[in-house]
């Protein structure tokens, strides 16, 4: 009986810690939605997901995401950690000297058997495991909407406080506004 009660503590636990993860994850997540693509920041990872109406196969991702500049012999394998469908993707550019750039590609299939296409762009970094878990985060469709910024933008929050924006000011990626004004 103490077994079984152990157990069920060390179960519930883990459920616990993983849910705090997940909020603090959250809670670090910024995101803004433009034309059917999702751009989010987090941790200085630069993220994106777009999802194209087509079927999902290897031949349609070059066709469909042309932007990635990715060839259909570049699609080899899938991350098999993942548990579902998917191609996977890296490319690792040195631009400028001395600094590498992870550009990480997942490609899944959604609910309804169309690509969602999910780039990872960080520099000098690469966390497989916060990738996995965001692409999770995607195809379950768990991204909270209190992480999406409005497109038009009226105020910033900068290390909690609300800050008020003129009307000239617009996003030029998450995190990073632009004053017609001031250029």
């Known amino acids: 009986m103490i077994k079984y009660k152990l157990l069920f503590l060390v179960f519930w636990g883990c459920c616990f810690s993983y849910g705090q993860d997940v909020n603090e994850f959250f809670s670090r997540l910024q995101a803004i939605s433009n034309n059917g693509v999702d751009f989010f920041n987090v941790d200085g990872i630069e993220i994106t997901s777009q999802k ?19 060839r259909e012999k570049d699609i080899v394998n899938g991350d098999s950690l993942l548990g579902f469908k998917n191609f996977y993707v890296l490319k690792l550019m040195e631009e400028p000297k001395g600094y590498k750039n992870y550009l990480s590609y997942y490609f899944i299939e959604s609910a309804d058997q169309k690509i969602i296409a999910i780039t990872f762009a960080s520099i000098n970094k690469i966390d497989k495991e916060f990738e996995r878990k965001f692409v999770r985060s995607v195809k379950e469709n768990l991204i909270p909407k209190s992480v999406y910024n409005s497109i038009r933008i009226d105020s910033i929050n900068f290390a909690g406080r609300k800050i008020p924006l ?7 990626g998450v995190n990073n506004v632009r004053s017609e004004e001031h250029t």
Do not use: R
């Not at 991702?61 to 042309?66: H, Q, S, V």
């Not at 003129?166 to 030029?172: D, H, V």
């Open 166 to 172: 003129g009307e000239s000011c617009q996003w030029m």
């Open 52 to 70: 194209v109406e087509a079927s999902f196969i290897k031949k349609n991702i070059p066709k469909n995401f042309k932007q990635l500049k990715i």
